[in-house]
RNA sequence: GGGUCGGUGCCCGAGUGGUUAAUGGGGGCGGACUGUAAAUCCGCUGGCUCUGCCUACGUUGGUUCAAAUCCAACCCGGCCCA
């Protein structure tokens, strides 16, 4: 594969997994339908840009580092030159793709779909610092946001039977996650056939030249191109990213499974959950979300760790935080107690909402630090919590007024870390 | 529409009238250990400012001193037949 590619440009050949119907050409054709170096060569020749999708259904208001890898190469086709075409899905996020889905998804509202785009597109660098942004938002040309429900929400039913047609049940059950939803006696609901009709229709609405998505996306990127076919246009590529392992080194990274770090997350957490990582994904991580040249890196594993952790804070926070937060990790993990915590740059919250006097269990429900005051109380007994370092043994101690507690660092486990502010 | 089986805590899955937030596993969280992690061992895993009080086994009613467990209707789903 490599030997076959050898014509693309390195930053587009890193880290892919997959590219359909083909690179660049190996026997006959100069095709630039079938070739994407042809293609490349094309637009180059007539001093156009190529039409690059993405698209990403609102439903959740976190972006994470799973879904980085593909802002990432789409950020890497804006720096050479193309255009960027970002489709927010606000109206097939109501449908909800059933890609890796073992159930029907529960359908969003249209209020919340749009709150979630908002968020979305704050966290890809909109109205922010440039510098850290993920996706090149200033550039003219480089960028075209658009909305699916443009052009889905007005289809009339002719249409969408014409969509229909396009297509068979046969084929339909030949996508692994309705097959095998099928197979195990999983409900299927019609409308979920829908969906890869539609994200089809999306490169057909933006005339795209390329889709990226993750290898689960092959599907669908395929219908697109069926779909354009169909329509009279040039088909488009299909440009498919590995899907990045979670914290856990084994799922996938996705926020049901709870091993996910969000672009939003502060610098300590996020370089306190990275550098914990199994040893068997941190080059994965390196390469897929990281420029770094990984032959040059340091061969000891914890070494690569940190450095990967450190790496992919920096992109996100800037050097001085990520140094901080490093150095911050160690000192808490290691349970430096006292000094460590107090110097540390820890996520500060406001005890303005707690009403004192307030016993142990209530407080660490009320600061968000445990889900329930019952839950609390069990990791007060359990011994995993810690105020400025020292061990909380009673979850019924009570602290009077929030200006003992101001300042101090309340703990829980080794990765949560809440200061305490009066105000 | 007919037949049939089934709906239990984050998930899977026991339980089939009676002290009980409800066996077990997974996952998660916490502790010990370790270079972080993994593995292993231990603890926790409904809510509530909690020595007690609430809410829980699809929904709603019913039988009973007592129901996740019995009955009825309804809702939802699988399979077979139309």
Known sequence: ?????????????????????????????????????????EAEAAGRPLRVKLGIDP????????????????????????????????????????????????????????????TYL?????????????????????????????????????????LLGITTVGQMLAKEDFANRYGSGTPISLHEFLYPLLQGYDSVAVQADLELGGTDQKFNVAMGRDLQRHFGQRPQFGMLLPILPGLDGVQKMSKSLGNTVGL???????YSKLEKVPDVVVDEYLTLLTDLDLAVLPANPRERQKLMALELTRARHGVAAAAAA?????????????????????????????????????????????????????????????????????????????????????????????RLLAG
């Open 1 to 41: 594969m490599t030997a076959v590619l050898s014509s693309l440009p390195p930053w587009l050949q890193r880290g892919l997994a997959d590219l359909f119907p083909a690179a660049v050409a190996q026997e006959a054709g100069l095709d630039p339908d079938q070739t994407l170096a042809a293609r490349l060569a």
């Open 59 to 118: 439903t959740g208001s976190d972006i994470h580092l799973g879904h980085s890898i593909l802002f990432r190469k789409l950020r890497a086709f804006q720096d050479a030159g193309h255009t960027a075409v970002l489709i927010i899905g606000d109206f097939t996020a109501r449908i909800g793709d059933p890609t890796g889905k073992s159930t029907t998804r529960v359908q969003l509202s249209a209020a919340e779909v749009e709150a979630h785009a908002e």
């Open 122 to 162: 704050v966290q890809l660098g909109l109205g922010q610092d440039p510098g850290r942004a993920l996706l090149d938002f200033h550039t003219p040309g480089r960028l075209e946001v658009r909305r699916n429900s443009e052009w889905l929400a007005g289809l009339n039913l002719p249409q969408v039977i014409e």
């Open 264 to 270: 939003a997350e502060d610098p300590l957490s996020m």
């Open 326 to 418: 490093q150095v911050d990790a160690a000192a808490l993990v290691a349970g430096a107690a006292g000094a460590g915590a107090a110097a540390a740059e820890v996520p500060e919250t406001s005890l303005v909402a707690v009403n004192f006097p307030a016993k142990a269990f209530y407080l660490l429900a009320a600061v968000g630090i445990c889900a329930s005051s019952s839950e609390a109380r069990r990791q007060i007994q359990g011994g995993g919590v810690k105020l400025d370092g020292e061990k909380l043994v009673d979850p019924n101690q009570e602290f009077a007024s929030a200006a003992e507690l101001h300042g101090k660092v309340l703990q829980l486990g080794k990765k949560t870390f809440r």
